[in-house]
Nanobody, 126 residues
Framework: QVQLVESGGGLVQAGGSLRLSCAASGLTWATYAMGWFRQAPGKEREFVAT????????DYADSVKGRFTASRDNAENAGYLQMNSLKPDDTATYYC???????????????????WGQGTQVTVSS
């Protein structure tokens, strides 16, 4: 059974930082690309970041470029999202996801990802 479990969310002031983690089990994590998405109340789930299996390829939403960094530790079956200079607009539930159709390429499309975590809440106060 595939499981992705996010952690590290919380309440932070604007300008602060958080590091989200994604723990994977039940799949060959090192083989697949992974992504981070977020969903704010009343809005659609949107792409945030993605990283290839070996970490060599990354892509980010324009809204987070230069502030967020995706990384992964395949030996630990884990992925991470370092979020700096947080803004109130970053408030959302953050999800990690695995794309088992890609390894050395990445996708920003929500439909490309077939396994999802349950999400972790990030709240940024002004």
């Amino acid at each position: 059974q595939v499981q992705l479990v996010e952690s590290g969310g919380g309440l932070v002031q604007a300008g602060g930082s958080l590091r989200l983690s994604c723990a994977a089990s039940g799949l060959t994590w090192a083989t697949y690309a992974m992504g981070w998405f977020r969903q704010a109340p009343g809005k659609e789930r949107e792409f945030v970041a993605t990283i290839s299996w070996n970490g060599r390829i990354t892509d980010y939403a324009d809204s987070v470029k230069g502030r967020f960094t995706a990384s992964r530790d395949n030996a630990e079956n884990a992925g991470y999202l370092q979020m700096n200079s947080l803004k109130p607009d970053d408030t959302a539930t953050y999800y990690c996801a695995a794309d088992t159709t890609r390894s050395s390429t990445v996708s920003t499309s929500r439909g490309s990802y077939d396994y999802w975590g349950q999400g972790t809440q990030v709240t940024v106060s002004s």
